[in-house]
């Protein structure tokens, strides 16, 4: 069995890197534990691996030359089971996740006096 969990669209989530960057998590006793892919995949690369573990063709071209995720498995299943954690309250609650942890606003990035205090701390 495996469970593959991602976004159905990124919906403003845009990161700094990339617009078109999601999250991924894989659960399976046949995952890799603690291990994070370095593998330029896509959405048709989660489709090429379900299609390989389901033992079907591609779809199509995109599908075919995706790059699968492969090396998110090993052999050797890992059949312990999961502990559920529990989400902090805080995280849910909108007054306090909002709270910065330093309520004075951060200096300017092109402030000339915090370049020239950097520039003196060198």
Do not use: W
Not at 19 to 27: E, G, M, N, P
Not at 40 to 49: A, D, E, H, V
Not at 55 to 77: E, I, V, Y
Not at 98 to 105: G, I, T, Y
Request: proline content about 11%.
């Amino acid at each position: 069995m495996a469970v593959f969990i991602t976004e159905d669209d990124a919906q403003g989530g845009v990161d700094h890197i990339d617009s078109h960057r999601t999250v991924f998590l894989l659960a399976s006793p046949y995952a890799k534990k603690n291990y994070v892919s370095h593998v330029n995949s896509s959405f048709p690369g989660m489709l090429k691996t379900v299609f390989r573990l389901l033992g079907m063709p591609p779809l199509n071209l995109f599908d075919a030359a995706a790059s699968d995720l492969a090396d998110c498995f090993t052999a050797k299943p890992d059949f312990t089971p999961f502990q559920a954690l529990q989400p902090r309250k805080e995280v849910f609650d909108p007054a306090v996740a909002r709270e910065p942890l330093d309520p004075k606003p951060s200096p300017r990035m092109d402030d000339p006096n915090v370049l020239r205090e950097q520039h003196r701390n060198r």
